[in-house]
């Protein structure tokens, strides 16, 4: 597999009004991803996840340091729209991020903006809105939508921008359980179809979803490895003030009643499997 994203020694301060910079909201931070692959990024809140998805996406640049995306430097103001391009984002509130009074519009409006023939902007669309599962509301005006319908807009929006990499920032937190559902089996899904996902959550079962984790804590990275290995450190995630996933922590209070549970489980299905013996 070969790199998508590959950031190096990455330091971002904001700066207060005077110019002033503040302490380092991403510190020194170095790590690469691989193309096609899906990582989540967890970290209690003010940790620096937001800020680190918005250098990546060159919506900010860095304070030192270099962030590569698809061999380009965001430093390099030629290729921000090659960047933009290459990796879009998705952001927590689907309200915010829907620009059009009809489906269709608002999923064209971003390759409209690439200036595209038409012709193949709506075929885009189209193949978007399917990617999603809403082709059946094409037409229809995005306020009368739930919220989850309304991500699931937001994410053909990017889609239709055909990029290699998502960047997905807490894109359930505003959701309700079916909204979330329906959001994380999207983003599985357009993994599958080859696209670079990195999800940002605070819901560990969505982390346990991706094949690796960064744990970010005060601008730092504190761990990196498979949901597997951050999960097996319950001690750790706790000291970082996060939590295992439920099915995690289900199975841990199974296994201090003697049941035998196998190794380390992180989602509902290792835990189903554990339980009735058909993945041991
Ligand atoms: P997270 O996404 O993990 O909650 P953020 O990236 O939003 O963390 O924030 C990291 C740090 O940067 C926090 O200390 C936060 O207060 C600070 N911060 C975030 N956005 C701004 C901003 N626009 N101006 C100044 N400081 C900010």
Redesign the pocket.
């Known amino acids: 597999m070969s790199k998508f994203i590959e950031i190096q020694d990455l330091i971002f301060a904001?700066t207060?009004e005077s110019g002033m910079a503040?302490?380092n909201?991403i510190d020194n931070v170095s790590f690469t991803v691989e193309k096609g692959s899906f990582l989540a990024v967890i970290?209690?809140?003010?940790?620096?996840?937001?800020?680190?998805a918005k250098n990546i996406n060159a919506l900010l640049l860095p304070t030192s340091g270099t962030v590569l995306v698809g061999g380009f430097s965001t430093k390099d103001e030629d290729h921000t729209w090659d960047i933009r391009q290459r990796a879009g984002m998705v952001f927590q509130n689907p309200d915010n991020q829907i620009v059009s009074a009809i489906v269709e519009d608002d999923v064209a409006f971003g390759p409209e903006n690439l200036g595209i023939e038409p012709e193949v902007i709506r075929e885009r669309v189209d193949r978007a809105l399917e990617n999603v599962n809403m082709g059946a509301y094409k037409k229809k005006a995005p306020h009368l939508l739930s919220g989850g319908q309304k991500q699931r807009i937001a994410i053909a929006g990017a889609v239709a921008m055909r990029p290699e990499c998502i960047i997905f920032?807490e894109p359930t937190a505003m959701l309700d359980p079916s909204g979330r559902r329906e959001v994380l089996d999207i983003i599985e899904e357009l993994h599958k179809d080859g696209i670079t996902i990195i999800l940002?959550t605070h819901f560990m079962e969505e982390a346990a979803r991706a094949e690796r984790i960064i744990v970010?804590d005060d601008?730092k990275i504190e761990m990196d490895g498979s949901p597997k290995d951050i999960f097996e450190d319950t001690e750790k995630i706790r000291a970082l003030s996060l939590d295992v996933p439920p099915a995690t922590e289900l199975a841990g209070r199974l296994r201090a009643k003697g049941i035998d549970m196998g190794e380390i489980v992180v989602d509902e299905d290792d835990l189903i499997d554990r339980l009735t013996g058909s993945g041991k």
């Open positions: 904001y207060d503040k302490c909201a970290g209690k809140n003010g940790s620096g996840k937001s800020t680190l920032d940002i970010m601008g």
